[in-house]
């Protein structure tokens, strides 16, 4: 069973959604149909200890979970692990606060990431692509995308964005790649499920590279203590109008989000996005045509690329009460699941949702959550980095081919691309 249009297979209707070797071979999306028609609200066991949980799988099911944050907690933990208190202490970020608490925090650090904000960041970003492009073609006319161009940009982006000297992006980059890949073996000497790494549980992510992060991150909040500048770690350090600050233990936490999330899942969104293309010749070619003549093609295409990669495969809330959805009864206390990779191919919501189609509109896609309190902070630094990279990639290539098989992250939590090789031909 093959998607409409596409060489890749949709996998097993019986894959085990929690293995993050499943992943590896690609995203089950049988397992998830089958899941979304016969067990929408199902209940999974887990393999290590944990208490289970109820796997969400619809598109409006899990917009109830997202937006009714009284029943659905983010306290406890967004991923599947359950932490003691010291630990979810220890680890908190805005991703583990309900309103009012979120809302506060979010009002300290959300400046650089509006809308506004990030538009003025345009001309840099685009100045960087067509630097990593350029960079990217000197190597040949074979070359892995994902090394070569889509770790690049969201890197540069980052030291830009952080004020931080672009040589320390590769290390940066790297921290990320463990506190996010923390259970493929590529990444992390200490990937979570296959060594003990308990004496980090008290680390994001569970890994020693967030003990390296959060020294960095003081030594450059050291460096603007008393010459505060442009960038966003200079903004985080500002007291707000009400006095607010960001504690260390908070500033530290939130520094080693922005490292991992400000860079994975961008880059792998851009590998997801041009894998499609390169699916979609057809496609391809008339978005490299609407480039400079059809700047609503393009934002079509962005959105259509987020809701087919669908980067952020789930995130868990926690039950406050004993609850109802989708026909089952949900107790207090038991994990509950949203499964965005599930949702955004939900065909009661998306027409021929297997189909990959930069037409596609209206595409109300939860690749970033969707009209809840915990909308993804850099959905528009995302959007406008990928609308960037298609504008400046596209019209230089008057042929672009995969000439490899693609390598995946192993991982239960983000689809990642690791590896894409391809080779162009030069407009």
């Known amino acids: 069973m093959s998607r409409s249009g596409s060489t890749e297979d949709l996998g097993p209707a019986d894959a085990d959604i929690i293995d993050p070797d499943t992943y590896v071979r690609g995203v089950p999306h049988a397992t998830f149909a089958r899941l979304r028609r016969e067990d929408p609200v199902s209940w999974w066991d887990e393999h290590d200890g944990g208490s289970g949980f109820w796997a969400v799988t619809r598109y409006q099911d899990l917009l109830t979970v997202s937006r009714n944050v009284s029943t659905f907690s983010s306290a406890a933990g967004i991923r599947l692990e359950e932490m003691a208190p010291e630990e979810s202490a220890a680890r908190t970020t805005m991703m583990e606060l309900d309103p009012p608490e979120h809302t506060a925090y979010r009002r300290l650090v959300s400046k650089p990431f509006s809308r506004r904000e990030v538009y003025a960041y ?98 450059q909040a050291r460096l603007r203590r008393d010459h505060l500048g442009d960038d966003v770690i200079s903004d985080l350090l500002r007291p707000k109008i009400d006095g607010d600050t960001l504690s260390e233990h908070e500033f530290n936490n939130f520094f080693t989000l922005l490292v991992a999330a400000g860079n994975d899942t961008t880059r792998y969104t851009m590998a997801a996005g041009l894998k499609a293309l390169i699916e979609h010749p057809d496609q391809l070619a008339e978005l490299r045509d609407a480039v400079g003549t059809d700047p609503q093609l393009v934002a079509c295409a962005v959105e259509e690329i987020l809701r087919w990669g669908s980067v952020t495969m789930h995130f868990r809330r926690t039950a406050t009460a004993d609850t109802e959805l989708g026909g089952r009864q949900i107790r207090a206390g038991q994990k509950v699941v949203m499964w965005f990779i599930s949702a955004n191919y939900d065909d009661d919501q998306f027409e021929d949702p297997f189909t990959f189609d930069i037409h596609r509109t209206p595409n109300t896609h939860v690749a ?60």
């Open 122 to 219: 345009e001309h840099a970003i685009r100045v960087l692509a067509r630097s990593v492009i350029d960079q990217a073609f000197t190597t040949g006319d074979r070359f892995d995308f994902v090394e070569q161009i889509s770790k690049q940009l969201p890197m540069r982006m980052l030291g830009v964005l952080l004020g931080v000297p672009d040589t320390d992006g590769p290390w940066l980059v790297e921290k990320g790649d463990a506190l996010l890949g923390n259970t493929d073996p590529e990444f992390t000497l200490h990937p979570v499920g296959l060594v003990d790494t308990d004496e980090f549980r008290l680390m994001p992510f569970r890994s020693p590279a967030g003990i390296e992060l959060f020294q960095y991150a003081q030594e």
């Open 368 to 427: 970033f959550g969707l009209m809840s309190p915990h909308l993804c902070l850099g959905a528009q630094l995302a959007r406008m980095e990928i609308k960037v990279l298609l504008e400046e990639l596209l019209p230089r290539v008057a042929d672009v081919r995969q000439v490899g098989p693609i390598d995946r992250l192993r991982s239960n939590f983000i689809s990642g691309i690791k590896r894409l090789p391809i080779e162009i031909s030069v407009a």
